[in-house]
Protein backbone atom coordinates (compact mmCIF):
# COMPACT_ATOMS: atom_id res chain seq x y z
CA UNK A 1 0.00 0.00 0.00
CA UNK A 2 1.47 3.10 -1.26
CA UNK A 3 1.51 6.18 0.88
CA UNK A 4 -0.07 9.33 -1.25
CA UNK A 5 1.42 13.02 -0.94
CA UNK A 6 -1.61 14.91 -2.16
CA UNK A 7 -1.22 18.34 -2.89
CA UNK A 8 -3.47 20.53 -1.22
CA UNK A 9 -4.57 24.40 -0.55
CA UNK A 10 -5.38 26.13 2.55
CA UNK A 11 -8.78 27.05 4.21
CA UNK A 12 -8.72 29.89 5.87
CA UNK A 13 -11.57 29.04 8.37
CA UNK A 14 -9.66 26.03 10.32
CA UNK A 15 -9.57 28.26 13.95
CA UNK A 16 -10.76 25.24 16.54
CA UNK A 17 -13.19 27.14 18.67
CA UNK A 18 -14.50 26.42 22.26
CA UNK A 19 -14.23 22.69 21.33
CA UNK A 20 -12.72 21.72 18.27
CA UNK A 21 -13.66 22.26 14.50
CA UNK A 22 -17.11 23.03 14.41
CA UNK A 23 -19.03 23.76 11.02
CA UNK A 24 -21.74 22.74 8.52
CA UNK A 25 -21.34 18.87 7.13
CA UNK A 26 -21.24 20.53 3.25
CA UNK A 27 -17.88 22.82 4.73
CA UNK A 28 -16.43 19.56 5.61
CA UNK A 29 -17.48 17.47 2.32
CA UNK A 30 -15.20 19.90 0.40
CA UNK A 31 -12.44 18.46 -1.05
CA UNK A 32 -9.11 17.65 1.09
CA UNK A 33 -11.18 20.23 3.84
CA UNK A 34 -10.93 16.92 6.45
CA UNK A 35 -7.73 15.98 5.15
CA UNK A 36 -6.36 19.43 5.90
CA UNK A 37 -7.03 19.66 9.74
CA UNK A 38 -6.29 16.04 10.20
CA UNK A 39 -3.14 16.58 8.66
CA UNK A 40 -2.54 19.59 10.91
CA UNK A 41 -3.81 17.93 14.06
CA UNK A 42 -1.13 15.31 13.38
CA UNK A 43 1.79 18.11 12.31
CA UNK A 44 0.92 19.56 15.71
CA UNK A 45 1.79 16.15 17.50
CA UNK A 46 5.37 15.47 16.15
CA UNK A 47 5.68 12.83 19.11
CA UNK A 48 3.36 10.74 17.66
CA UNK A 49 5.47 8.03 16.01
CA UNK A 50 4.94 4.80 17.19
CA UNK A 51 1.81 5.71 19.13
CA UNK A 52 -1.82 4.61 19.96
CA UNK A 53 -4.47 6.81 19.00
CA UNK A 54 -8.29 6.73 19.71
CA UNK A 55 -10.75 7.43 17.17
CA UNK A 56 -14.44 7.65 17.47
CA UNK A 57 -17.32 9.35 17.05
CA UNK A 58 -21.00 9.90 18.01
CA UNK A 59 -22.73 8.38 15.13
CA UNK A 60 -23.86 11.61 13.13
CA UNK A 61 -23.84 11.74 9.54
CA UNK A 62 -20.42 12.18 7.84
CA UNK A 63 -18.85 9.65 11.07
CA UNK A 64 -18.47 6.54 9.02
CA UNK A 65 -16.58 8.46 5.82
CA UNK A 66 -14.56 10.73 8.39
CA UNK A 67 -13.53 7.61 10.40
CA UNK A 68 -12.40 6.00 7.10
CA UNK A 69 -10.24 8.76 6.11
CA UNK A 70 -8.62 9.16 9.62
CA UNK A 71 -7.61 5.41 9.63
CA UNK A 72 -5.68 5.94 6.46
CA UNK A 73 -4.08 9.13 7.66
CA UNK A 74 -2.87 8.14 10.79
CA UNK A 75 -1.68 4.93 8.93
CA UNK A 76 0.46 7.15 6.47
CA UNK A 77 1.46 9.73 8.90
CA UNK A 78 3.57 7.15 11.55
CA UNK A 79 0.82 6.13 14.08
CA UNK A 80 1.48 3.03 15.29
CA UNK A 81 -2.24 1.92 16.23
CA UNK A 82 -5.69 2.94 16.08
CA UNK A 83 -8.26 1.80 19.06
CA UNK A 84 -11.87 1.97 16.75
CA UNK A 85 -15.09 1.90 18.09
CA UNK A 86 -16.98 -0.54 16.67
CA UNK A 87 -19.13 1.13 13.66
CA UNK A 88 -16.76 3.86 14.01
CA UNK A 89 -18.74 5.26 17.46
CA UNK A 90 -17.64 6.03 20.98
CA UNK A 91 -18.96 8.72 23.39
CA UNK A 92 -16.30 11.56 24.37
CA UNK A 93 -16.05 10.45 27.64
CA UNK A 94 -15.56 7.19 26.24
CA UNK A 95 -12.82 7.97 24.68
CA UNK A 96 -10.95 10.08 27.63
CA UNK A 97 -11.41 6.77 29.10
CA UNK A 98 -9.84 4.65 26.55
CA UNK A 99 -7.25 7.00 26.07
CA UNK A 100 -6.32 6.56 29.89
CA UNK A 101 -6.89 3.05 30.32
CA UNK A 102 -4.80 2.45 27.66
CA UNK A 103 -2.32 4.93 27.82
CA UNK A 104 -2.68 6.12 24.19
CA UNK A 105 -0.94 9.09 23.26
CA UNK A 106 -4.22 10.39 21.96
CA UNK A 107 -7.56 10.73 20.78
CA UNK A 108 -9.63 12.02 17.62
CA UNK A 109 -13.40 12.49 18.55
CA UNK A 110 -15.63 13.29 15.69
CA UNK A 111 -18.62 15.06 17.08
CA UNK A 112 -20.61 18.99 16.87
CA UNK A 113 -22.28 17.66 20.72
CA UNK A 114 -25.35 19.37 20.85
CA UNK A 115 -25.50 20.82 17.58
CA UNK A 116 -27.77 18.81 15.09
CA UNK A 117 -26.42 16.31 12.74
CA UNK A 118 -27.88 15.41 9.20
CA UNK A 119 -26.45 16.63 5.55
CA UNK A 120 -27.78 19.83 6.26
CA UNK A 121 -26.71 20.34 9.88
CA UNK A 122 -23.34 20.23 11.78
CA UNK A 123 -19.91 18.23 11.83
CA UNK A 124 -16.87 18.22 13.95
CA UNK A 125 -13.40 17.18 14.66
CA UNK A 126 -11.59 17.82 17.79
CA UNK A 127 -8.04 16.19 19.12
CA UNK A 128 -7.55 14.77 22.85
CA UNK A 129 -4.12 14.26 24.39
CA UNK A 130 -2.41 11.75 26.64
CA UNK A 131 -4.82 12.81 29.89
CA UNK A 132 -7.98 12.11 28.09
CA UNK A 133 -8.85 15.83 27.81
CA UNK A 134 -8.98 18.54 24.93
CA UNK A 135 -6.13 19.75 23.74
CA UNK A 136 -4.97 22.88 25.08
CA UNK A 137 -4.57 26.08 23.32
CA UNK A 138 -0.80 25.67 22.47
CA UNK A 139 -2.01 22.24 20.60
CA UNK A 140 -4.88 23.81 18.85
CA UNK A 141 -3.17 27.42 17.77
CA UNK A 142 -0.28 24.96 16.47
CA UNK A 143 -3.22 23.01 14.38
CA UNK A 144 -4.33 26.58 13.40
CA UNK A 145 -1.15 27.68 12.25
CA UNK A 146 -0.45 24.50 10.71
CA UNK A 147 -4.07 25.00 8.57
CA UNK A 148 -2.93 27.96 7.24
CA UNK A 149 0.11 26.97 6.01
CA UNK A 150 -0.66 23.38 4.67
CA UNK A 151 0.50 22.28 0.87
CA UNK A 152 0.02 18.75 1.12
CA UNK A 153 -1.37 15.53 3.42
CA UNK A 154 -0.68 12.55 3.54
CA UNK A 155 -2.77 9.10 3.12
CA UNK A 156 -2.62 5.59 2.41
CA UNK A 157 -3.62 4.20 -0.57
CA UNK A 158 -5.88 1.71 0.24
CA UNK A 159 -9.83 0.53 0.36
CA UNK A 160 -12.26 1.09 3.03
CA UNK A 161 -11.99 -1.00 6.23
CA UNK A 162 -14.68 -3.22 7.93
CA UNK A 163 -15.03 -1.04 11.01
CA UNK A 164 -18.35 -3.20 12.03
CA UNK A 165 -16.61 -6.49 13.43
CA UNK A 166 -14.29 -6.07 16.61
CA UNK A 167 -10.49 -7.72 15.82
CA UNK A 168 -7.11 -6.75 14.80
CA UNK A 169 -5.79 -5.83 11.84
CA UNK A 170 -3.16 -4.15 9.82
CA UNK A 171 -3.39 -0.96 7.86
CA UNK A 172 -0.06 -0.35 5.94
CA UNK A 173 2.38 -0.44 8.74
CA UNK A 174 -0.14 0.45 11.84
CA UNK A 175 -2.55 -1.75 13.60
CA UNK A 176 -6.15 -1.42 13.45
CA UNK A 177 -8.37 -2.20 16.63
CA UNK A 178 -11.51 -2.36 16.23
CA UNK A 179 -13.17 -2.51 19.69
CA UNK A 180 -16.57 -2.72 21.69
CA UNK A 181 -17.19 0.67 22.51
CA UNK A 182 -18.75 0.66 25.65
CA UNK A 183 -16.99 -1.69 27.96
CA UNK A 184 -13.94 0.28 29.30
CA UNK A 185 -16.13 2.79 29.74
CA UNK A 186 -19.19 0.56 31.64
CA UNK A 187 -15.93 -0.97 33.76
CA UNK A 188 -14.92 2.29 34.79
CA UNK A 189 -18.88 3.22 36.35
CA UNK A 190 -19.00 -0.01 37.93
CA UNK A 191 -15.31 0.61 39.85
CA UNK A 192 -16.65 4.46 40.63
CA UNK A 193 -20.23 3.73 41.71
CA UNK A 194 -21.77 1.29 44.19
CA UNK A 195 -23.50 -0.46 41.59
CA UNK A 196 -25.00 -3.19 44.32
CA UNK A 197 -26.86 -0.25 46.07
CA UNK A 198 -28.35 1.24 42.47
CA UNK A 199 -29.18 -2.50 41.85
CA UNK A 200 -31.13 -1.86 44.77
CA UNK A 201 -32.53 1.54 44.41
CA UNK A 202 -34.06 0.02 40.78
CA UNK A 203 -35.30 -2.85 42.25
CA UNK A 204 -37.53 -0.57 44.50
CA UNK A 205 -40.55 1.38 42.96
CA UNK A 206 -37.93 3.52 41.88
CA UNK A 207 -38.56 4.30 37.85
CA UNK A 208 -36.85 6.78 36.03
CA UNK A 209 -36.59 7.78 32.15
CA UNK A 210 -33.54 8.08 30.40
CA UNK A 211 -33.78 10.21 26.50
CA UNK A 212 -30.60 9.59 24.53
CA UNK A 213 -32.19 11.72 21.71
CA UNK A 214 -31.04 9.13 19.47
CA UNK A 215 -27.79 10.08 19.81
CA UNK A 216 -24.32 8.34 21.57
CA UNK A 217 -25.63 7.55 24.58
CA UNK A 218 -28.09 5.06 24.11
CA UNK A 219 -25.71 1.89 24.10
CA UNK A 220 -24.17 3.05 26.92
CA UNK A 221 -27.43 3.96 28.90
CA UNK A 222 -28.63 0.75 27.83
CA UNK A 223 -25.80 -1.40 28.89
CA UNK A 224 -25.49 0.59 32.42
CA UNK A 225 -28.98 1.49 33.45
CA UNK A 226 -30.88 -1.37 32.04
CA UNK A 227 -28.72 -4.56 31.63
CA UNK A 228 -26.47 -4.21 34.47
CA UNK A 229 -28.42 -2.23 37.10
CA UNK A 230 -31.79 -3.86 36.21
CA UNK A 231 -33.33 -1.25 35.48
CA UNK A 232 -37.23 -1.70 33.84
CA UNK A 233 -37.24 -2.28 30.27
CA UNK A 234 -38.26 0.92 28.28
CA UNK A 235 -36.51 3.49 31.17
CA UNK A 236 -33.91 4.36 27.92
CA UNK A 237 -35.82 5.91 25.45
CA UNK A 238 -34.17 7.06 21.82
CA UNK A 239 -31.77 4.78 22.35
CA UNK A 240 -30.57 4.35 19.45
CA UNK A 241 -28.55 6.38 17.58
CA UNK A 242 -29.40 7.55 14.47
CA UNK A 243 -26.87 9.52 12.11
CA UNK A 244 -29.57 12.26 11.83
CA UNK A 245 -30.28 11.83 15.82
CA UNK A 246 -34.04 11.48 14.63
CA UNK A 247 -34.17 14.92 13.03
CA UNK A 248 -33.77 16.33 16.89
CA UNK A 249 -31.39 18.67 18.40
CA UNK A 250 -29.38 16.69 21.29
CA UNK A 251 -28.47 19.34 23.74
CA UNK A 252 -30.49 18.62 26.74
CA UNK A 253 -32.16 21.27 28.13
CA UNK A 254 -35.25 22.30 28.94
CA UNK A 255 -36.57 23.55 25.28
CA UNK A 256 -35.03 20.95 23.30
CA UNK A 257 -35.21 17.69 25.40
CA UNK A 258 -39.15 19.13 26.01
CA UNK A 259 -40.91 15.40 25.60
CA UNK A 260 -38.36 14.62 28.55
CA UNK A 261 -39.28 17.52 30.92
CA UNK A 262 -42.76 17.34 30.03
CA UNK A 263 -42.98 13.46 31.20
CA UNK A 264 -41.56 14.85 34.40
CA UNK A 265 -43.84 17.09 34.92
CA UNK A 266 -46.88 15.07 34.23
CA UNK A 267 -49.15 13.31 37.04
CA UNK A 268 -47.98 9.73 36.60
CA UNK A 269 -44.22 11.10 36.38
CA UNK A 270 -41.20 8.98 36.90
CA UNK A 271 -39.16 9.34 39.85
CA UNK A 272 -35.93 10.89 37.83
CA UNK A 273 -35.36 11.92 34.50
CA UNK A 274 -32.18 12.48 32.45
CA UNK A 275 -31.00 13.03 28.91
CA UNK A 276 -27.95 13.27 27.64
CA UNK A 277 -26.27 15.31 24.18
CA UNK A 278 -24.72 13.96 20.88
CA UNK A 279 -21.44 13.01 22.03
CA UNK A 280 -22.45 11.98 25.67
CA UNK A 281 -20.64 14.48 27.73
CA UNK A 282 -23.63 17.07 28.96
CA UNK A 283 -26.22 16.01 31.02
CA UNK A 284 -29.91 17.26 32.21
CA UNK A 285 -31.08 16.55 35.65
CA UNK A 286 -34.56 16.22 36.72
CA UNK A 287 -36.84 15.17 39.33
CA UNK A 288 -40.76 14.70 39.40
CA UNK A 289 -42.00 18.55 38.67
CA UNK A 290 -38.41 19.50 39.31
CA UNK A 291 -35.31 20.79 37.17
CA UNK A 292 -32.10 21.14 38.52
CA UNK A 293 -29.72 23.80 37.27
CA UNK A 294 -26.44 22.10 36.44
CA UNK A 295 -25.01 24.80 38.64
CA UNK A 296 -26.73 23.62 41.46
CA UNK A 297 -26.08 19.78 40.14
CA UNK A 298 -22.43 20.57 40.53
CA UNK A 299 -22.89 22.14 44.25
CA UNK A 300 -25.28 19.41 45.00
CA UNK A 301 -23.13 16.43 43.98
CA UNK A 302 -19.74 18.44 45.36
CA UNK A 303 -22.12 18.35 49.15
CA UNK A 304 -23.24 14.70 48.71
CA UNK A 305 -20.45 13.14 47.20
CA UNK A 306 -19.23 11.17 50.03
CA UNK A 307 -22.07 8.88 49.00
CA UNK A 308 -20.18 7.73 46.52
CA UNK A 309 -17.46 4.93 46.94
CA UNK A 310 -14.81 6.56 44.90
CA UNK A 311 -15.20 9.95 46.46
CA UNK A 312 -15.78 8.83 50.09
CA UNK A 313 -12.54 10.38 51.51
CA UNK A 314 -13.80 13.60 50.37
CA UNK A 315 -12.77 16.12 47.37
CA UNK A 316 -9.18 17.75 47.07
CA UNK A 317 -10.94 20.68 45.39
CA UNK A 318 -13.84 21.98 42.71
CA UNK A 319 -13.86 24.09 39.78
CA UNK A 320 -16.50 26.15 37.89
CA UNK A 321 -16.26 27.74 34.41
CA UNK A 322 -16.73 31.24 34.96
CA UNK A 323 -20.22 31.57 33.77
CA UNK A 324 -20.77 28.57 36.00
CA UNK A 325 -23.06 29.94 39.12
CA UNK A 326 -20.94 30.47 42.44
CA UNK A 327 -23.19 27.26 44.06
CA UNK A 328 -20.18 25.15 44.15
CA UNK A 329 -18.07 27.62 45.37
CA UNK A 330 -19.91 28.49 48.73
CA UNK A 331 -19.76 24.26 49.00
CA UNK A 332 -16.18 24.25 48.75
CA UNK A 333 -16.08 26.77 51.17
CA UNK A 334 -18.15 24.64 53.71
CA UNK A 335 -15.92 21.62 53.04
CA UNK A 336 -12.85 23.71 53.60
CA UNK A 337 -11.40 23.08 50.01
CA UNK A 338 -10.46 24.75 47.12
CA UNK A 339 -12.37 26.24 44.43
CA UNK A 340 -11.33 27.47 41.26
CA UNK A 341 -12.78 29.82 38.31
CA UNK A 342 -11.66 29.24 34.86
CA UNK A 343 -12.75 30.41 30.98
CA UNK A 344 -15.95 28.42 29.54
CA UNK A 345 -14.05 24.99 28.02
CA UNK A 346 -13.83 21.84 29.62
CA UNK A 347 -10.15 22.03 28.18
CA UNK A 348 -9.21 24.45 31.25
CA UNK A 349 -9.92 21.45 34.04
CA UNK A 350 -7.16 19.85 32.76
CA UNK A 351 -4.08 21.07 34.43
CA UNK A 352 -6.34 21.32 37.86
CA UNK A 353 -7.38 17.48 37.29
CA UNK A 354 -3.81 16.23 36.24
CA UNK A 355 -2.36 18.41 39.10
CA UNK A 356 -4.60 16.76 41.75
CA UNK A 357 -5.84 20.39 42.63
CA UNK A 358 -9.98 19.12 41.91
CA UNK A 359 -11.76 16.19 42.05
CA UNK A 360 -15.30 17.93 40.40
CA UNK A 361 -15.69 20.55 38.10
CA UNK A 362 -18.40 21.51 36.16
CA UNK A 363 -20.37 24.19 34.06
CA UNK A 364 -23.24 25.67 33.49
CA UNK A 365 -23.71 24.29 30.09
CA UNK A 366 -24.85 21.04 31.53
CA UNK A 367 -21.60 19.77 31.84
CA UNK A 368 -20.22 17.83 34.76
CA UNK A 369 -17.29 15.35 35.94
CA UNK A 370 -14.69 14.17 37.83
CA UNK A 371 -11.16 13.17 37.81
CA UNK A 372 -11.99 9.97 36.61
CA UNK A 373 -12.11 10.87 32.81
CA UNK A 374 -10.61 14.67 31.15
CA UNK A 375 -13.96 15.14 29.73
CA UNK A 376 -17.25 16.04 31.90
CA UNK A 377 -19.07 13.27 31.63
CA UNK A 378 -23.20 12.65 31.50
CA UNK A 379 -23.99 9.35 32.49
CA UNK A 380 -21.24 9.29 35.33
CA UNK A 381 -23.13 12.63 36.65
CA UNK A 382 -26.86 10.58 36.09
CA UNK A 383 -25.26 7.48 38.33
CA UNK A 384 -23.54 10.24 40.69
CA UNK A 385 -27.14 11.74 41.05
CA UNK A 386 -28.55 7.78 41.45
CA UNK A 387 -26.23 6.99 44.44
CA UNK A 388 -27.22 10.11 46.33
CA UNK A 389 -30.89 9.40 45.70
CA UNK A 390 -29.97 5.49 47.06
CA UNK A 391 -28.23 6.68 49.49
CA UNK A 392 -30.62 9.30 51.27
CA UNK A 393 -33.70 8.15 50.34
CA UNK A 394 -34.82 11.18 49.21
CA UNK A 395 -36.54 12.67 46.05
CA UNK A 396 -34.71 15.12 43.68
CA UNK A 397 -36.56 17.71 44.80
CA UNK A 398 -36.16 17.34 48.50
CA UNK A 399 -32.55 16.72 47.88
CA UNK A 400 -32.34 20.52 46.05
CA UNK A 401 -34.81 22.20 48.21
CA UNK A 402 -32.39 21.04 51.36
CA UNK A 403 -29.45 22.40 49.56
CA UNK A 404 -30.83 25.70 48.94
CA UNK A 405 -31.83 25.74 52.63
CA UNK A 406 -27.88 24.54 53.97
CA UNK A 407 -25.92 26.65 51.25
CA UNK A 408 -28.60 29.46 50.04
CA UNK A 409 -29.65 29.43 46.67
CA UNK A 410 -28.20 30.92 43.40
CA UNK A 411 -30.86 31.87 41.13
CA UNK A 412 -29.44 31.31 37.74
CA UNK A 413 -30.25 32.00 34.38
CA UNK A 414 -28.60 32.01 30.49
CA UNK A 415 -30.54 33.67 27.90
CA UNK A 416 -29.10 32.92 24.65
CA UNK A 417 -29.50 34.86 21.18
CA UNK A 418 -28.39 32.39 19.09
CA UNK A 419 -27.73 33.18 15.47
CA UNK A 420 -27.43 36.71 14.89
CA UNK A 421 -25.05 38.43 12.35
CA UNK A 422 -21.95 38.21 13.71
CA UNK A 423 -20.99 41.82 13.10
CA UNK A 424 -24.20 42.36 15.50
CA UNK A 425 -22.14 40.17 18.02
CA UNK A 426 -18.81 42.09 18.02
CA UNK A 427 -20.86 45.17 18.44
CA UNK A 428 -22.83 43.87 21.26
CA UNK A 429 -19.64 42.77 23.09
CA UNK A 430 -18.09 46.52 22.05
CA UNK A 431 -20.79 48.16 23.15
CA UNK A 432 -20.42 46.66 26.96
CA UNK A 433 -16.88 46.60 27.08
CA UNK A 434 -16.73 50.30 26.15
CA UNK A 435 -18.91 51.31 29.51
CA UNK A 436 -16.60 48.74 31.81
CA UNK A 437 -14.82 51.59 33.27
CA UNK A 438 -17.72 53.72 34.41
CA UNK A 439 -19.72 50.99 35.77
CA UNK A 440 -18.02 50.81 38.70
CA UNK A 441 -19.81 52.36 42.18
CA UNK A 442 -22.56 52.72 39.78
CA UNK A 443 -25.90 51.59 41.33
CA UNK A 444 -27.79 49.48 38.75
CA UNK A 445 -30.72 47.35 39.25
CA UNK A 446 -30.97 47.93 42.27
CA UNK A 447 -27.28 46.69 43.59
CA UNK A 448 -23.82 48.87 43.18
CA UNK A 449 -21.63 47.75 40.64
CA UNK A 450 -18.35 47.13 42.59
CA UNK A 451 -16.32 45.23 39.70
CA UNK A 452 -16.65 45.78 35.69
CA UNK A 453 -14.38 43.57 33.81
CA UNK A 454 -13.62 41.28 30.63
CA UNK A 455 -12.78 38.24 32.82
CA UNK A 456 -8.69 36.87 31.76
CA UNK A 457 -7.48 33.30 33.90
CA UNK A 458 -4.05 33.15 34.67
CA UNK A 459 -3.53 29.00 34.41
CA UNK A 460 -2.34 28.17 38.22
CA UNK A 461 -0.46 25.44 37.09
CA UNK A 462 1.52 26.04 34.23
CA UNK A 463 0.91 30.12 33.96
CA UNK A 464 -0.46 30.55 30.44
CA UNK A 465 -2.68 33.10 30.05
CA UNK A 466 -6.67 33.14 28.69
CA UNK A 467 -7.82 36.81 28.03
CA UNK A 468 -11.43 38.10 26.94
CA UNK A 469 -12.85 35.29 28.52
CA UNK A 470 -16.55 37.28 28.82
CA UNK A 471 -17.42 40.49 30.31
CA UNK A 472 -18.64 40.39 33.98
CA UNK A 473 -20.09 42.72 35.93
CA UNK A 474 -19.84 41.50 39.65
CA UNK A 475 -21.96 43.17 42.27
CA UNK A 476 -21.48 44.15 45.81
CA UNK A 477 -24.61 41.77 46.88
CA UNK A 478 -22.97 38.73 45.35
CA UNK A 479 -25.25 39.03 41.93
CA UNK A 480 -23.65 38.60 38.69
CA UNK A 481 -24.04 39.33 35.09
CA UNK A 482 -21.77 38.22 32.64
CA UNK A 483 -21.88 38.35 28.67
CA UNK A 484 -20.13 36.57 26.15
CA UNK A 485 -20.05 35.04 22.82
CA UNK A 486 -20.42 31.19 22.24
CA UNK A 487 -17.79 29.41 20.93
CA UNK A 488 -19.19 26.71 19.79
CA UNK A 489 -21.61 28.14 17.33
CA UNK A 490 -21.66 27.30 13.32
CA UNK A 491 -23.67 30.22 12.49
CA UNK A 492 -23.08 33.78 12.63
CA UNK A 493 -22.97 34.40 16.44
CA UNK A 494 -24.66 33.71 19.76
CA UNK A 495 -24.47 36.13 22.46
CA UNK A 496 -25.43 34.21 25.64
CA UNK A 497 -25.94 36.48 28.82
CA UNK A 498 -26.26 34.89 32.24
CA UNK A 499 -27.48 36.06 35.34
CA UNK A 500 -26.97 35.25 38.99
CA UNK A 501 -28.83 36.36 42.55
CA UNK A 502 -27.94 34.79 45.71
CA UNK A 503 -30.99 34.52 48.23
CA UNK A 504 -30.51 33.38 51.69
CA UNK A 505 -33.68 33.90 52.74
CA UNK A 506 -35.39 30.03 52.68
CA UNK A 507 -38.70 31.68 52.20
CA UNK A 508 -37.38 32.88 49.28
CA UNK A 509 -35.65 30.24 47.50
CA UNK A 510 -38.95 28.92 45.35
CA UNK A 511 -39.62 31.13 43.19
CA UNK A 512 -39.34 31.50 39.76
CA UNK A 513 -36.19 32.31 38.57
CA UNK A 514 -37.07 34.20 35.35
CA UNK A 515 -39.02 36.68 37.74
CA UNK A 516 -36.28 37.00 40.26
CA UNK A 517 -33.95 37.68 38.21
CA UNK A 518 -36.23 40.49 36.00
CA UNK A 519 -33.87 43.50 37.22
CA UNK A 520 -30.92 42.04 36.30
CA UNK A 521 -32.22 40.48 32.79
CA UNK A 522 -33.52 43.87 32.08
CA UNK A 523 -30.32 45.56 32.75
CA UNK A 524 -28.29 43.04 30.53
CA UNK A 525 -30.56 43.76 27.49
CA UNK A 526 -30.28 47.88 28.10
CA UNK A 527 -26.49 47.40 28.25
CA UNK A 528 -25.90 45.01 25.29
CA UNK A 529 -28.62 46.98 23.52
CA UNK A 530 -29.21 43.87 22.49
CA UNK A 531 -32.88 44.54 21.32
CA UNK A 532 -31.88 47.48 18.82
CA UNK A 533 -28.86 45.90 17.26
CA UNK A 534 -30.28 42.81 16.42
CA UNK A 535 -33.81 43.14 16.36
CA UNK A 536 -34.59 40.16 18.38
CA UNK A 537 -37.28 41.19 21.16
CA UNK A 538 -36.65 37.74 23.00
CA UNK A 539 -33.60 35.05 23.48
CA UNK A 540 -33.83 32.10 21.28
CA UNK A 541 -33.38 29.61 24.10
CA UNK A 542 -33.72 30.29 28.22
CA UNK A 543 -31.77 27.73 30.31
C1 LIG B 1 -18.39 22.81 24.81
C2 LIG B 1 -17.29 22.89 25.81
C3 LIG B 1 -17.80 23.39 27.13
C4 LIG B 1 -18.55 24.69 26.95
C5 LIG B 1 -19.64 24.51 25.92
C6 LIG B 1 -20.35 25.80 25.57
O1 LIG B 1 -19.29 21.83 25.18
O2 LIG B 1 -16.68 21.64 26.01
O3 LIG B 1 -16.74 23.54 27.98
O4 LIG B 1 -19.10 25.12 28.15
O5 LIG B 1 -19.08 24.04 24.73
O6 LIG B 1 -19.44 26.68 25.01
P1 LIG B 1 -19.90 28.02 24.35
O7 LIG B 1 -20.63 28.77 25.45
O8 LIG B 1 -18.63 28.67 23.93
O9 LIG B 1 -20.85 27.70 23.22
P2 LIG B 1 -19.81 20.77 24.12
O10 LIG B 1 -20.75 19.91 24.89
O11 LIG B 1 -20.49 21.60 23.06
O12 LIG B 1 -18.59 20.09 23.63
Known amino acids: MAVLNIPTQAFPDQRPGTSGLRKKVTIFQQPHYLENFVQSIFEAIPDRMGKTLVLGGDGRFFNREAIQIILRMAAANGWGKVMVGRGGL ?6 SAVIRAHRAHGGIILSASHNPAGPDHDFGIKYNISNGGPAPEK ?3 AIWAGSKNIQSFRILDTADVDID ?3 HFQLGDMAVEVCDPVSDYAALMARIFDFDALRRL ?5 RMRFDAMHAITGPYALEILENQLGAVPGTVINGIPLTDFGGGHPDPNLVYAKSLADALFAEDAPDFGAASDGDGDRNMILGRRFF ?11 ANATHIPAYQTGLKGIARSMPTSQAADVVAQQLGIPHYETPTGWKFFGNLLDAGKITFCGEESFGTGSDHVREKDGLWAVLAWLSIIAASGKSVADIVVQHWQDFGRHYYTRHDYENIPASAGEEIMKTLSVQLPILVGQTLAGRVVQKADDFAYTDPIDGSISSHQGIRLLFEDGARLIVRLSGTGTEGATVRI ?20 RDLITLGKDLTRIEQLTGRKAPTVIT
Do not use: K, M, N
Open 90 to 95: FSTPAV
Open 139 to 141: ITD
Open 165 to 167: HEG
Open 202 to 206: FAGPF
Open 292 to 302: VTPSDSLAVLA
Open 498 to 517: YHEHLEQDAARQQLDPQRIL
